[in-house]
């Protein structure tokens, strides 16, 4: 499976952008798919997923209530809409697929292919 991310870009604080994943080459409806973001000089950290099954989206507190992911699978794409975005959200956004279970769906260990990555740049 190969995963394309695209959609970041320079935005001010309070403003939004949707990034997006676009998978080709697997059964994109078989995988779940995340996304994990790495500020500078941080490590790489969890965001959200979208398991294959469907249903909503699992997040990480930070984002909770600000970020939307979902997925289309005719598209073979998942979106993660970012609102009320801050400087602390400034980062490389990385989108994910695999087939974790649920306990370890945060992990990013759990994920076979990875995209190269958006970036977000927030500024105050």
């Known amino acids: 499976v190969q995963l394309q991310a695209s959609g970041g870009g320079l935005v001010q604080t309070g403003g939004s952008l949707r990034l997006s994943c676009a998978a080709s080459?697997?059964?994109?409806?078989?995988?779940?798919i995340s996304w994990f973001r790495q500020a500078p000089g941080k490590e790489r950290e969890f965001v959200s997923f979208?398991?294959?099954?469907?249903?909503?989206?699992t997040y990480a507190d930070s984002v909770r209530g600000r970020f939307t992911a979902y997925r289309d699978n005719a598209k073979n794409t998942v979106y993660l809409q970012m609102n009320s975005l801050g400087p602390e959200d400034t980062a490389v956004y990385y989108c994910?697929?695999?087939?974790?279970?649920?306990?370890?769906?945060?992990?990013?260990?759990?994920?076979?292919?990875w995209g190269q990555g958006t970036l977000v740049t927030v500024s105050s």
């Open positions: 994910a697929a695999g087939r974790p279970i649920l306990s370890t769906a945060r992990k990013m260990t759990s994920y076979y292919y």
């Open positions: 080459g697997g059964t994109f409806s078989s995988y779940t």
């Open positions: 979208n398991r294959y099954s469907g249903g909503t989206a």
